[in-house]
């Protein structure tokens, strides 16, 4: 069994999130999604993100305010939203005093062949997908 | 955007384990895992569970002591562990008032071709993981 700290783990930060990518736990031969965690300081939110992968999120601390086009849902703890592939979205905190914490995991979109079994990867020839809050721009 | 609440999910017992499983989001096109919730009241620990599948578990409240072997992992809320295909494990909740529920995805040990980018799956001819927890033996 291997375990994962969501305090000790090696993070950045983004704007004024702390993200900690699971690259660090060189998990690919085994999982088949990408993962992190991040935590929204009371007040602040995500910078607005956009990318090809479906992107599940499960809060495990505080309570989510997930915008996306008009719609603003709230997620509270230990819930769970799933965003559809290159759909927009903002994660608020709207605490006073309470961190948010996300888990996130996300992959490309699949393609299944039910005949064979076979999934299909999409192929990405940078070996990383492009992510807005990956890339640290804001 | 769709959500998923823990709260208002449909739950069925398991032993006095509360599960959530998440067939009922019918998400098999869009997810490259299963996944299911489960709370383990206070005091209470899961039936021995086993099973091929991988297991990501995320704790979404409470504090796990996880069992497998001779080695216990005490993983606190926001924190996560894998278990390996065919890892036997105990999850407790050894709080005197706290709720442990834990998020949780599993899936079918990958066999990654690099060369051509695909994933075969292993075959699955019942249509669903046999899982201890899942069947509600106890």
Request: net charge negative; no cysteine.
């Amino acid at each position: 069994m291997r375990t994962f700290d969501l305090i000790t783990g090696e993070s950045l930060l983004v704007k004024d999130l702390r993200v900690v990518r699971w690259e660090q736990y060189r998990l690919d031969r085994d999982l088949p999604f990408q993962a992190m965690w991040y935590s929204v300081p009371p007040g602040s939110e995500s910078p607005l993100d956009q990318h090809p992968e479906l992107e599940l999120s499960v809060v495990v601390a505080g309570t989510a305010h997930v915008l996306t086009g008009d719609a603003v849902h709230e997620i509270r703890q230990g819930s769970a939203f799933l965003l559809s592939s290159t759909e927009a979205h903002v994660v608020q905190n709207r605490s006073a005093d309470q961190e948010l914490t996300i888990f996130s995991a996300y992959w490309m979109p699949l393609a299944t062949d039910d005949r064979d079994g076979v999934v299909r990867k999409e192929s990405n020839p940078a070996g990383r997908p492009v992510r807005i809050v990956a890339a640290g721009h804001d």
